[in-house]
């Protein structure tokens, strides 16, 4: 069957479920075809067909491609190539709209279409609001692949590849085409993102549009601050004291409550009346108070007639955590007689003591203006926070947790997001909440702190903004290089995945089994993908569609790009000082220095800019 | 031919410690990275070049030791 209409590929051979066999015509041998002056590669797994059946148009991808071995000499058609097609039909389209899913099937001998500019145009509905452009179709690079922002942020959303497939790039791009879309003038200036930054990546690559925060800050940022209190009880003292049982977890918990009662007494926080608190309430209490008090309780001794007045020497200070001194009990009838009640917590205490004055976990346990007094009493409250991370006036904020001691980033990540999540929930009859102004929280490295199986206040969290926050206007975006390893809960609830280049089988099987069997073919190009080319398939994109990732400028690049290692090894070796490694190492932060040599810069005017600029 | 890609060290600011040898930059991006056992009249070329951008780039990136702070 030979056609003039250069759209035409072939005609259908057999049909069995949503898959559909083509057989190739004689015309498109060569595998190009140009229509409206725009070229097209015929016949590229993953490109889609249409099939025209009256009003209705089906759309198809190309999942398999072959040619028979022996052509038949007789019996065969009369203009059959031998060469064949397998079609996994995704959807149609009537009149003007683009549908998911099938009515019909198309019959046997109909003709197939590769789809043009056009009718992509059709499905993807070029100009309809909500649509950004995340990068090219990889069979027809003069498409732009559209994604809905709707679906991305409502229905959760993964981006999954090795390391070196360019994930982070890949995220970049996406934040980047979200905030200042190059196309709409308008973008979106009410987006609200918050990235999870694990490796410090993106600090510099996002710097125009995100406010970043640091336990460790630049000059241009600011310090990350979490306040303890803010913790779910449980989650915190389980941290604090490397875990407690029974009786002894209560006293903790009826000290903790009485704490945060006793604070609202003195601050009289607002919304909120006394006996709806409870020992989870996000209310201030002192840390200092809590140990001084309990230990104060385990180190008593009595002495007296009644063996109840308590033999102190030195009250101690909370306050610089030293504790009080008592006269050493005796065994006897007269001596100081140790407290009987006492719980047994005194390594619990002297664990809970070290972590206080660890530096190191200096932003959560001494949160700086959200550290309260010892009766309860703190500078600043949640608001300021919240207000900090979800109402800059930029829309990204990321939260750099480059320099958190990784033995505690589960914690520390669930925190976070049970704050974020806890705050947007409860005000989703406001404007500021989830629904009037809905927040997508990027976890980069899920799989450190999204294990399977293991039951964290992380994975908690992230399972419940998986679960519902659809509903209060929270989506999640789950970036890994091990979906393997990531909570398939968590996982499986995502509507939206970018399947960048992945080698690994587990890793791949994980993937695959997001898609309906017919499309799985799709994802065998997976270990071949280039770096920076994505499968995007599910709710956010209409078809599942390869292609490549907008990149983003050089300077708007996260800088996880790979060392020159052999630019770097030819060059002259230059003095090394290894006290200044050590330095950093001890002081565990990449940027301290030997010796503080005060150094005044003068301004200077430098001429390269335009050096640089001509030589381009 | 010999590309440098300076754009991205445009220099802010500049300042030298001489007891130690220190070659303090601020780039126009904020970050601050200082250069250790720079000689003196390395520093005085540096102030004297129109390019300091290039100048950093060719001379003393990749010769001396450094650190960001």
């Known amino acids: ?4 209409d250069p759209t035409f590929l072939g005609t259908v051979g057999s049909v069995s479920g949503s898959s559909v066999s083509v057989q190739l015509a004689q015309s498109i041998a060569s595998g190009l075809s140009i229509i409206e002056g725009r070229v097209y590669r015929v016949g590229q797994v993953g490109s889609f067909i ?56 198309p019959n046997i001998g109909d003709s197939v279409h590769t789809t043009t500019v056009s009718n992509l145009a059709k499905i993807y509905g070029s100009d309809s609001y909500g649509q950004v452009s995340i990068g090219n179709l990889s069979s027809a ?23 070196g497939s360019g994930k982070s790039t890949t995220v970049a791009s996406l934040l980047r085409s979200i905030t200042c879309p190059s196309d709409d003038s308008n973008g979106y200036p009410s987006a609200r993102i918050l990235m999870l930054d694990i490796h410090g990546e993106y600090s510099e690559a996002l710097a125009d549009v995100a406010k970043v925060f640091s336990v460790d800050p630049r000059p241009d940022e600011t310090k990350l601050h979490i306040p303890y209190w803010a913790i779910n009880t449980s989650d ?42 409870t020992v989870d309430t996000p209310i201030p209490f002192s840390l200092k108070k809590l140990w001084y008090d309990l230990v104060d309780f385990e180190l008593t001794t009595f002495e007296g007639q009644d063996r109840d007045e308590p033999a102190q020497i030195d009250p101690g200070d909370p306050e610089t955590l030293t504790p009080p001194k008592y006269k050493p009990h005796a065994m006897g009838a007269t001596g100081h007689f140790i407290n009987q009640q006492a719980l047994g917590v005194r390594r619990q205490l002297s664990l809970l003591r070290s972590r206080m004055v660890d530096r190191r976990y200096d932003f959560l346990l001494h949160p700086g203006s959200w550290e309260p007094s010892l009766d309860g009493r703190a500078d600043d409250d949640l608001d300021s926070l919240l207000a900090a991370w979800l109402g800059s006036d930029k829309p990204i904020t990321i939260l750099d947790l480059s ?73 999640a975006m789950v970036v890994s290089q091990r979906p393997s390893e990531v909570d398939e809960t968590i996982l499986s609830q995502c509507g939206t995945y970018f399947a960048l280049r992945l080698s690994n089988p587990s890793d791949r099987a994980r993937v695959q089994g997001t898609l309906p069997d017919g499309l799985v073919s799709l994802l065998d190009v997976l270990p071949v993908l280039k770096t920076g080319e994505a499968i995007v398939m599910g709710e956010a994109a209409k078809l599942p569609m390869r292609c490549r990732i907008t990149l983003p400028a050089k ?54 800019s335009e050096n640089s600029e001509d030589k381009k | 031919m010999n590309r440098d890609y300076v754009a991205s060290s445009n220099i802010a600011s500049i300042g030298y410690d001489e ?44 010769t001396y030791p450094f650190s960001r702070v």
């Open chain 1, 1 to 4: 069957m030979i056609s003039n």
């Open chain 1, 403 to 475: 320099g958190v001691p990784s033995s505690i980033l589960e914690l520390l990540v669930g925190a976070i997001l049970n704050i974020v999540y806890d705050s947007l929930f409860w005000s989703r009859e406001k404007s500021e909440g989830g629904i009037s102004r809905p927040l997508l929280v990027v976890m980069e490295e899920a799989h450190r702190y999204l294990s399977a199986g293991r039951e964290s206040l992380a994975s908690a969290t992230v399972q419940k903004i998986a679960k519902e926050g659809r509903k209060y206007g929270v989506g």
């Open chain 1, 236 to 277: 915190l003292v389980k941290f604090l004291t490397g875990g407690v049982e029974g009786v002894r977890e209560s006293a903790f918990y009826d000290k903790i409550f009485e704490a945060k009662l006793a604070s609202h007494k003195v601050s009289n926080f607002d919304g909120i009346e006394e006996s709806s608190i």
């Open chain 2, 19 to 62: 007891a130690t040898e220190t070659l303090e930059v601020e780039f126009l991006n904020s970050s601050t990275y200082q250069y250790y056992n720079v000689p003196v009249n390395m520093y005085e070329n540096l102030m004297h070049e129109s390019s300091k951008g290039r100048f950093l780039n060719t001379y003393i990136k990749n």
């Open chain 1, 50 to 105: 249409r099939i025209p059946q009256g009003y209705q148009d089906l759309f198809g991808v190309v999942s398999e491609v072959g040619a028979k071995e022996i052509l038949d000499s007789e019996g065969g058609l009369s203009g059959e190539t031998g060469r064949w097609m397998k079609i996994q039909l995704v959807g149609e389209s009537m009149g003007g709209s683009f549908e998911r899913g099938i009515s019909q099937y």
């Open chain 1, 141 to 163: 690079e003069s498409i732009p692949a559209k994604i809905s922002i709707n679906e991305l942020v409502t229905r959760h959303s993964a981006i999954l590849g090795s390391t």
């Open chain 1, 555 to 608: 300077e708007h690049r996260p800088k996880s790009s790979d060392p020159q290692v052999a630019e770097q090894w030819g060059l002259d070796r230059r003095p090394e000082g290894y006290e200044r490694v050590v330095a950093s190492w001890r002081a565990q932060k990449p940027r301290a220095i030997v010796g503080n040599v005060e150094i005044t810069r003068e301004k200077v005017n430098d001429e390269s």
